[in-house]
């Protein structure tokens, strides 16, 4: 099993910045692919941006059209990051950590998600 904790949401005003972190615990080993998602009230939760380990000297980013060049998303050793600058108002959601250990397919493990709003 592996447990996702996210921090770093909060409030703040167009054209900022915000870093959220989701710090993952147990079984990190066996983890291939870890992501963001986002779900805004009344919206069905969409993809943001995931990593996916190829090999152990490679990785793969992919990012939701909407956020790419603002959005950052990397990985130092248990704890994944999502750099948003340049923030916009449609980007208020409440952000969640994901994370699969098949090569493939859906996100297994998810944590509770932290809440970005942006305001205009």
């Known amino acids: 099993q592996v447990q996702l904790v996210e921090s770093g949401g909060g409030l703040v005003q167009a054209g900022g910045s915000l870093r959220l972190s989701c710090a993952a615990s147990?079984?990190?080993?066996?983890?291939?692919?870890m992501g963001w998602f986002r779900q805004a009230p009344g919206e069905e939760r969409e993809f943001v941006a995931d990593?996916?380990?190829?090999?152990?000297?490679?990785?793969s980013t992919n990012y939701e059209d909407s956020v790419k060049g603002r959005f950052t998303i990397f990985r130092d050793n248990a704890i994944l990051y999502l750099q948003m600058t340049d923030l916009k108002p449609d980007d208020t959601a409440t952000y969640y950590c994901?994370?699969?250990?098949?090569?493939?397919?859906?996100?297994?493990?998810w944590g509770k998600g932290t809440l970005v709003i942006v305001s205009s």
């Open positions: 994901a994370a699969r250990a098949s090569p493939t397919g859906v996100m297994e493990y």
């Open positions: 147990g079984r990190t080993f066996s983890l291939a692919a």
């Open positions: 990593i996916d380990w190829l090999s152990r000297s490679t990785r």
